[in-house]
């Protein structure tokens, strides 16, 4: 009995693992691999990023995007990145929505899907700060999803 107990739950465990490796998406870029993380208790999508010359990875807060595989449009943003990472500092900090640092290295993003269902490619634009968008970023996925 105690051993069917632990292999059920051994299961259950391996299929939820399992379920949330599908769910995790991929993106290459120009600037390396972009990852859809995770999810906030809020109902952000979280995507991580590479920053040049770093071990670190900027983070990406993207609201109405978690849960969302099949209505995929436009979504607004922010994204934040350790402070010194070598993009500029604003004149004041946000608060890291999940870690609650402040940062000054942060600003606002837009992310346009090219097609409304999982996979799909995208265009990323970006701001610093409250400045106007002024890079951009494309995003393939790499693998099925």
Same mark, same amino acid.
């Given at each position: 009995?105690?051993?069917?107990?632990?292999?059920?739950?051994?299961?259950?465990?391996?299929?939820?693992?399992?379920?949330?490796?599908?769910?995790?998406?991929?993106?290459?870029?120009?600037?390396?691999?972009?990852?859809?993380?995770?999810?906030?208790?809020?109902?952000?999508?979280?995507?991580?990023?590479?920053?040049?010359?770093?071990?670190?990875?900027?983070?990406?807060?993207?609201?109405? +995007?978690?849960?969302?595989?099949?209505?995929?449009?436009?979504?607004?943003? &922010?994204?934040?990145? /350790?402070? $010194? %990472?070598?993009?500029?500092?604003?004149?004041?900090?946000?608060?890291?929505?999940?870690?609650?640092?402040?940062?000054?290295?942060?600003?606002?993003?837009?992310?346009?899907?090219?097609?409304?269902?999982?996979?799909?490619?995208?265009? +990323?634009?970006?701001?610093?700060?409250?400045?106007?968008?002024?890079?951009? &970023?494309?995003?393939? /996925?790499? $693998? %099925?999803?």
């Amino acid at each position: 009995m105690k051993t069917s107990v632990v292999a059920v739950l051994a299961s259950l465990f391996l299929s939820a693992g399992a379920a949330d490796a599908q769910q995790r998406e991929v993106w290459q870029t120009e600037i390396g691999t972009v990852v859809y993380d995770h999810e906030t208790a809020r109902g952000e999508a979280v995507l991580t990023f590479p920053i040049a010359n770093s071990e670190q990875r900027g983070v990406a807060f993207i609201p109405q +995007l978690a849960g969302n595989r099949t209505n995929r449009g436009v979504f607004y943003g &922010l994204w934040v990145e /350790p402070d $010194g %990472s070598g993009a500029p500092a604003c004149d004041f900090a946000i608060t890291d929505p999940e870690t609650n640092t402040p940062r000054q290295t942060w600003g606002r993003i837009q992310m346009t899907f090219v097609d409304p269902v999982v996979p799909s490619s995208w265009v +990323l634009r970006r701001g610093y700060c409250f400045d106007d968008y002024s890079e951009f &970023l494309i995003g393939r /996925p790499v $693998g %099925s999803q």
